[in-house]
């Protein structure tokens, strides 16, 4: 069974810095795409990023140059490190594998964690 | 970056209605667009991929359609379960998310 555990939210200051992990289970990470996306509270959903099974990252404009996506994967670990957080990037943030259908422009993501809930407040 | 304009963003239905959703983007995406339903304190749940293509254990009264710019959801005889937040997303460009079309209870 595919598992995605989502961990690291938590509150902090405006200008500060966390890292979130996604701790992936049932299946073979390293041969899939990993993302992250959030929602403001009471919001839609935003994509953030996404880095490929061979380490090639992309970020929306809105994180670019702040948020560092990674992965471990001996770990089976997704991670995003975000630096000078400011108010609107409180949101839960979940993590999602994209998934491949039949043709390689057939993406989606199939599989979500829970989110963990990040809060950027004074 | 392509903008996804979903509608509408939220309707009143019935048990055993028909419900239409749309969304539309500001350029070409061909077919690269998915479905999801998401319910309060859950993840998002994928329902369709490519447009057209019901993703394994969602029920047949989910179908979308279109290529291009112009898409539909689809929910041919609405049932309990399905009051919640949809959400179109375009993967022809990086990724865009719709607004969210919230079904409500008439």
């Known amino acids: 069974e595919v598992q995605l555990l989502e961990s690291g939210g938590g509150f902090v200051q405006p200008g500060g810095s966390l890292r979130l992990s996604c701790a992936a289970s049932?299946?073979?990470?390293?041969?899939?795409?990993m993302s992250w996306v959030r929602q403001a509270p009471g919001k839609g959903l935003e994509w953030v990023s996404i880095?490929?099974?061979?380490?090639?990252?992309f970020y929306a404009d809105s994180v670019k140059g702040r948020f560092t996506i990674s992965r471990d994967n001996s770990k089976n670990t997704l991670y995003v490190q975000m630096n000078s957080l400011r108010a609107e990037d409180t949101a839960v943030y979940y993590c999602?594998?994209?998934?491949?259908?039949?043709?390689?422009?057939?993406?989606?993501?199939?599989?979500w964690g829970q989110g963990t809930l990040v809060t950027v407040s004074s | 970056a392509i903008q996804m304009t979903q509608s509408p963003s939220s309707l009143s239905a019935s048990v055993g209605d028909r419900v239409t959703i749309t969304c539309r983007a500001s350029q070409g995406i061909r077919n690269d667009l998915g479905w999801y339903q998401q319910k309060p304190g859950n993840a998002p749940k994928l329902l369709i991929h490519?447009?057209?293509n019901l993703q394994s254990g969602v029920p047949s009264r989910f179908s979308g359609s279109g290529y291009g710019t112009d898409f539909t959801l689809t929910i041919t005889s609405l049932q309990p379960e399905d009051f919640a937040t949809y959400y179109c997303?375009?993967?022809?460009?990086?990724?865009?998310f719709g607004q969210g079309t919230k079904v409500e209870v008439k």
């Open positions: 999602a594998r994209r998934g491949v259908g039949t043709s390689d422009y057939d993406e989606f993501f199939d599989y």
């Open positions: 490519a447009a057209s």
């Open positions: 049932g299946f073979t990470f390293s041969s899939y795409a």
């Open positions: 880095i490929s099974d061979s380490g090639n990252t």
């Open positions: 997303l375009q993967d022809y460009n990086l990724w865009t």
